[in-house]
């Protein structure tokens, strides 16, 4: 199954907050916000604590994905979400895109350890496609 990326310029805003310097989870978490997945108010509740497990990067997405449903569990005219249906999904394609690089690289992706900041702007877009089946 082919795990194309579909989001370039969510990606490359991604890549330019690490480029400044802003931590992996600060960036999912800083792009979730500006892609309108959720609100500004709520970045604090998406980044994990210290030493997130497995890894940080995955953690902020999971955060992300329980507050964009909890956020549009509020309005009553759309149907509530399963959070961990969507988390179960995104986790399968993060582990699908990373043994597809895995077989056409060298480097090798391992979706529970990894260098975040490598994989952080690939995981925003598997975030943002899973949620898009989901509009708010």
């Known amino acids: 199954m082919?795990?194309?990326l579909k989001f370039p310029n969510a990606r490359l805003f991604v890549h330019g907050l690490l480029s400044c310097g802003r931590a992996a989870p600060e960036a999912i978490a800083n792009s979730a916000c500006e892609f309108g997945l959720v609100d500004r108010q709520s970045i604090n509740e998406i980044l994990p604590s210290s030493g997130a497990h497995?890894?940080?990067?995955m953690a902020t997405a999971r955060n992300v994905v329980a507050r964009y449903c909890e956020e549009r569990g509020l309005r009553p005219d759309v149907p509530k979400l399963d959070?961990?249906?969507?988390?179960a999904v995104l986790q399968e394609d993060a582990a699908d895109y990373a043994k597809e690089c895995n077989a056409r690289e060298?480097?090798?992706?391992?979706?529970?350890s990894h260098d975040c900041s490598r994989f952080a702007p690939a995981l925003f877009d598997l975030l943002l496609q899973e949620l898009s089946r989901h509009p708010h």
């Open 2 to 4: 082919n795990r194309s």
């Open 83 to 87: 959070k961990e249906q969507i988390w």
């Open 54 to 57: 497995p890894c940080a990067c």
């Open 106 to 112: 060298k480097t090798k992706i391992n979706v529970n």
